[in-house]
Nanobody, 124 residues
Framework: QVQVVESGGGLVQAGGSLRLSCAAS????????MGWFRQAPGKEREFVAE????????YYADSVKGRFTISRDNAKNTVYLQMNSLKPEDTAVYYC?????????????????WGQGTQVTVSS
């Protein structure tokens, strides 16, 4: 079993940057696919980025490609989301999640463990 806790959210002006962190517990962290999702008020939760267990493969939603970078440090049981050139439409609660699957197809129901989320607010 894996427990995940997000941190690093906050208020930032448009064009600014934030780095989210996700600390995970569990001996098998390094074998899990890790993902970031977000949910804006009144909208469904959506996929943002994903990184496979080795860190060699990463995937991004089109809306964040080129601006966000996902990475992981298996020695620290931590995954990061570096967010640059932030836009007001990036405002949402960001969730970290862990999946035992190698291929999730970016589906919410492919992920087994979820954090409580961290708020990111981008002002214009």
């Amino acid at each position: 079993q894996v427990q995940v806790v997000e941190s690093g959210g906050g208020l930032v002006q448009a064009g600014g940057s934030l780095r989210l962190s996700c600390a995970a517990s569990g001996r098998t962290f390094s074998s899990y696919t890790m993902g970031w999702f977000r949910q804006a008020p009144g909208k469904e939760r959506e996929f943002v980025a994903e990184i496979r267990w080795s860190g060699s493969r990463t995937y991004y939603a089109d809306s964040v490609k080129g601006r966000f970078t996902i990475s992981r440090d298996n020695a620290k049981n931590t995954v990061y989301l570096q967010m640059n050139s932030l836009k007001p439409e990036d405002t949402a609660v960001y969730y970290c999640a862990a999946s035992a699957l190698g291929s999730t197809y970016y589906r919410i129901d492919s992920y087994d463990y979820w954090g409580q989320g961290t708020q990111v607010t981008v002002s214009s």
